[in-house]
């Protein structure tokens, strides 16, 4: 499955911004999906997951309460919706997916090209 995100951009802090992760290739309600995000100088990190039904959601605990990842398997499209922003939400977003359990370890097997968040004060 090729993947593509988009939807970055620069936003004031506060602000929102919805993420898409196009999916093609395959049909997308095989995959668990998750959003990840890599700032400058720091690892990479998993920010939220989604079931291949979209029943089961996880969300580190930076981003719980502001962002919120659903699916719309119709659409083979993914999304991050990310209301409230912070200046440390400023990353490169990736979305991902895999044939297994969604969750927020890093083992998926499919990638997409990332899109630039930046968030500032």
């Known amino acids: 499955v090729q993947l593509q995100a988009s939807g970055g951009g620069l936003v004031q802090a506060g602000g929102s911004l919805r993420l898409s992760c196009a999916a093609s290739g395959r049909t997308l309600s095989s995959f668990a999906m998750g959003w990840f995000r890599q700032a400058p100088g720091k690892e990479r990190e998993s920010v939220a997951a989604?079931?291949?039904?979209?029943?089961?959601?996880h969300y580190a605990d930076s981003v719980k309460g502001r962002f919120t990842i659903s699916r719309d398997n119709a659409k083979n499209t993914a999304y991050l919706q990310m209301d409230n922003l912070k200046p440390e939400d400023t990353a490169v977003y990736y979305c991902?997916?895999?044939?297994?359990?969604?969750?927020?370890?890093?083992?998926?097997?499919?990638w997409g090209q990332g899109t630039q968040v930046t968030v500032s004060s």
């Open positions: 991902a997916a895999r044939s297994r359990p969604s969750g927020l370890d890093p083992n998926y097997g499919y």
């Open positions: 989604i079931s291949p039904i979209g029943g089961v959601k």
